[in-house]
């Protein structure tokens, strides 16, 4: 069975960071696609950054130099992690890990991520 395990989350000033981490328990040889999205309160849950396992990171515009994507990838885990920065109470949502794994989809519980004006 496969998990996704988000942590990390938590309440920031504006202007601050955060870095969430997500741990798959597959290793890389295993994954198409990781991925992170978010679900503001009354919004559709949105695409933050994609990992391709094939091609190049791609991140949403809303999101475009202030968060970035690290990769720790091996034969039995697979851990991405979202380094979010400037962070604005626009940023306040629940994020979710993504992964698409043998052609089957995943989503972690999901992680609070709160912004303080």
């Not at 938590?10 to 994954?31: E, H, K, P």
């Not at 475009?64 to 091996?74: A, E, I, L, V």
Request: charge should be positive; proline fraction near 3%.
């Amino acid at each position: 069975q496969v998990q996704l395990v988000e942590s990390g989350g938590g309440l920031v000033q504006a202007g601050g960071r955060l870095t969430l981490s997500c741990l798959a328990s597959v290793g890389r040889a295993n994954i198409d696609t990781m991925a992170w999205y978010r679900q503001a309160p009354g919004n559709q849950r949105e695409v933050v950054a994609v990992w391709p396992m094939s091609s190049s990171t791609t991140y949403a515009n809303f999101v475009r130099g202030r968060f970035s994507m690290s990769g720790d990838f091996n034969k039995d885990t697979a851990k991405l992690n979202l380094h979010m920065t400037r962070l604005t109470p626009d940023d306040t949502a629940v994020y979710f890990c993504y992964a698409k794994i043998r052609e089957e989809t995943y989503w972690g519980q999901g992680t609070q991520v709160t912004v303080s004006s």
